[in-house]
């Protein structure tokens, strides 16, 4: 998909936020606007896309009068939602608002616990300078956000809930068609009933519309949530099927952050990888070797169109 910039002032829940849509390699930005106390962005997208992410922001403070930017709000640190962090802040301003599980990791750096070493991803360094505790909420402009943690996905994630205009930002934790990887699950701790949890606090909130962290805001919450327990208790029933979804989600992004790379160069990544490691060895080491299940995995891509090999090179499509 394509980044653009989504006007939403006809959807009067929406008033006052302006939702940056983007692709799959960056998550979506959403900005609340502040008036004179400033904006704040939620969610700064991939590394790689950091120059537009700037570039739209700036369009949209623009638009709005000339503001300010005022800070950045992270939803969760997957190397998707907080890449652009530093590029915002150095170009924008503004401080950066961490979830409170996270705030040490990203403080020291500690490329282990924010996972980007283990999931062979990449994430420039930012230093957070203040935290989302949930519980507690985030005051925009006239909006009060509540900030409620959303474990699943990632466990220190957070989701953003404006009771009066009943607007949630879901991040991961709830798509139109789904919701992201639980990467507990593929690390060999149980996460999937965090995941129910929380699509049942979802349920519990009314909320009428629903920004994710991919994809279009949607108002059909009913239906999203019944989407996303279908494919929750497919994933209960049968945990391999997560995995092996998992790994092939880690291949197609890895491409997505590469756009094309030697199929040799490819099988070395996967093999380095501790998060494939992890689930070769949690499968029963199928394929026999890991560089096999590396091959077996991209040419399911390549045969589901998410893929092109073309001359031995592996190409995002």
């Not at 062979?120 to 509540?146: A, I, N």
């Not at 959303?150 to 930002?169: E, R």
């Not at 996967?270 to 992890?278: D, E, K, R, Y």
């Not at 991209?298 to 092109?308: S, T």
Request: proline share 4%; hydrophobic share 45%.
């Amino acid at each position: 998909m394509a980044d653009r910039l989504m006007p939403m002032n006809q959807a009067s829940a929406l008033q006052g936020l302006t939702v940056l849509e983007r692709g799959w390699l960056s998550s979506n930005n959403v900005l609340l606007h502040g008036g004179g106390a400033g904006a704040v962005l939620v969610d700064s997208g991939h590394l790689l896309h950091a120059g537009q992410t700037v570039a739209l922001v700036g369009r949209a403070l623009a638009a709005a009068g000339g503001e300010r930017l005022a800070g950045t709000v992270n939803t969760h640190l997957h190397s998707d939602h907080c890449g652009g962090n530093a590029s915002v802040q150095r170009t924008l301003g503004g401080h950066i608002t961490v979830p409170a599980g996270s705030w040490a990791a990203a403080r020291d750096w500690d490329e282990d616990a924010l996972s980007y070493r283990y999931t062979g991803q990449r994430c420039e360094r930012f230093v957070p300078t203040d935290t989302l505790v949930p519980g507690q909420p985030l005051v925009v402009g006239q909006r009060h956000w509540q900030v409620l943690a959303a474990p699943g996905h990632d466990p220190q994630s957070v989701m953003l809930f404006d009771t009066q205009n009943g607007v949630l930002i879901s991040a991961d934790a709830l798509w139109e068609h789904g919701f992201g990887v639980v990467f507990q699950e593929l690390e060999g701790e149980q996460a999937f009933d965090d995941v129910a949890r929380v699509l049942d606090l979802i349920e519990s909130l009314d909320a009428r519309c629903v920004v994710p962290g991919h994809g279009a805001p949607f108002s059909d919450v009913a239906g999203a949530l019944h989407r996303a327990r279908q494919r929750l208790h497919a994933f209960v029933a049968d945990p391999v099927r997560h995995a092996r979804h998992g790994i092939k989600v880690m291949a197609k992004y890895h491409l997505m952050e590469e756009q094309q790379q030697p199929w040799a160069d490819y099988v070395a990544w996967f093999c380095a990888t501790p998060l494939c490691q992890n689930v070769w060895q949690r499968l029963g080491q199928p394929e026999g070797t890991l560089a096999a299940l590396a091959e077996r995995v991209a040419h399911d891509l390549v045969r589901g169109g998410a893929l092109a090999l073309r001359d031995g090179v592996l190409q995002d499509v």
